[in-house]
């Protein structure tokens, strides 16, 4: 197997990279993994691979890239589940257009793929019935919140995330091309996907390592936005002077800082946490980044190292973990995993399997998911108002018109 790189300059007369739309070529057959307009999407599939071949199988493809920079060569790309266990495997496309933040633009295509830069047709107009019904029922979700609160309260853990699911059922099938435009304009600071029938757009970068830089941005800690920038603005002042945020985010930021640490020769990060808004809702954030030692860390090791971040699953993570299986009464599959993508180099960027849903194989149903950590100062009923807003990104994207 051969992966040939160029820039898109030296294979294509027809399109610049201004004029190339990558949710357009991605399309609803396609792969897309972007934020603010940079990253990739994916025409076919060359090979899959399962998540224990992925580093060698990458090794052994013979490589003609004359761009040598992060995600030019062969790239695999995939969703890994929340239980990392769990099988699951990662696809290399067999026509992969990338966008940089650098400005450039290239193409890899494996043995000698067809380089077809057309777009995909426009989304289609469909008129459409849906039902929206409930997968975890809304009494055994409040009930989770409260053991995982009890827990907390008697010392057992530190936080634990309770999550739940809702299905949209479609009278038609839903199309992905459509959904990806809807989340672009609502949530272009995102990462925006679309991988194997998992489509979001995550707020969250788990971490990226790019030539040996590595960066994170953990979020914990949620409240509404209205609309309106006044109340918005209050919402986000208490959302900052909250005690029960202020401790759910603390506990993230410090396990993602200790896990990376180890690899690192530097580790910086923001001395406090600051506003994350995107359209629906806003979060806590803090941005770290730092130099990685020799010989550097491939990025899927830090994925598998990190998630699940206490952000999605809890403190301590093996006794939440623990809690989360005995009392949700559901599997997340690969919601609240990482979604993304590496390189043969052992560069990638990874984002958490947040604002998402698993979609059918005909299309007409989605599974969303949402939920919140649990600490102390935790209400049930609270918890379940957080997960109804974090809903609206995706429900909205599926239904609207």
């Not at 100062?377 to 957080?386: G, K, V, W, Y």
Request: hydrophobic share 40%; with cysteine; charged share 20%.
């Amino acid at each position: 197997m051969r992966a040939t790189t160029r820039l898109l300059s030296e294979v294509s007369a027809t399109y610049t990279v201004d004029q190339l739309d990558l949710t357009a070529f991605a399309g609803s057959e396609g792969m897309l993994f972007v934020r603010n307009g940079f990253g990739f999407a994916t025409r076919g599939i060359a090979a899959r691979v399962t998540s224990r071949e992925a580093k060698t199988f990458l090794a052994n493809i013979q490589v003609d890239d004359t761009v040598n920079a992060p995600g030019s060569g062969p790239v695999l790309i995939g969703a890994i589940p929340f239980d990392s266990s769990q099988n699951h495997d990662f696809i290399l496309p067999k026509l992969l257009i990338f966008k940089s933040e650098d400005g450039r633009c290239w193409v890899t295509s494996i043995d000698d793929s067809d380089l077809d830069f057309n777009p995909s047709l426009a989304p289609n107009a469909t008129s459409s019935s849906y039902e929206v019904s409930p997968g975890v029922e809304v009494e055994v979700y409040l009930n989770a919140v409260t053991s995982a609160r009890d827990a907390v309260r008697s010392g057992a853990i530190k936080k634990a995330v309770i999550a739940r699911d809702v299905f949209v059922t479609s009278s038609q099938p839903i199309d992905i091309h459509s959904v990806l435009l809807r989340l672009r304009n609502s949530f272009g600071s995102s990462y925006q996907f679309s991988v194997d029938g998992f489509i979001g757009a995550s707020p969250e970068l788990l971490v990226s390592i790019l030539d040996g830089e590595v960066s994170s941005h953990p979020l914990a800690g949620t409240a509404p936005r209205t609309g309106d920038p006044a109340t918005d603005a209050q919402l986000a002042i208490s959302l900052l002077s909250s005690t029960k945020n202020q401790i759910e985010h603390r506990i993230v930021i410090d396990a993602v800082h200790d896990t990376l640490l180890p690899w690192c020769s530097y580790l910086d990060w923001e001395p406090e946490a600051s506003i994350v808004a995107v359209a629906n809702v806003q979060h806590l954030g803090t941005h770290m980044s730092g130099r990685l030692s020799q010989p550097f860390l491939h990025v899927l090791d830090a994925v598998y190292a990190l998630s699940p971040t206490p952000a999605l699953g809890g403190f301590p993570r093996d006794k939440a973990l623990n809690l989360i299986s005995d009392v949700e009464g559901m599997s997340r599959g690969r919601y609240g995993g990482a979604v993304g993508w590496f390189d043969s180099r052992g560069n990638g960027v990874f984002a958490v399997s947040i604002r998402c849903a698993e979609f059918s194989n005909n299309n007409k149903t989605a599974r969303l998911f949402a939920g919140g950590g649990i600490v102390a100062d935790s209400e049930p009923l609270s918890e379940l108002a957080e997960t109804q807003a974090k809903l609206q990104a995706m429900l909205a994207a599926i239904i609207r018109p």
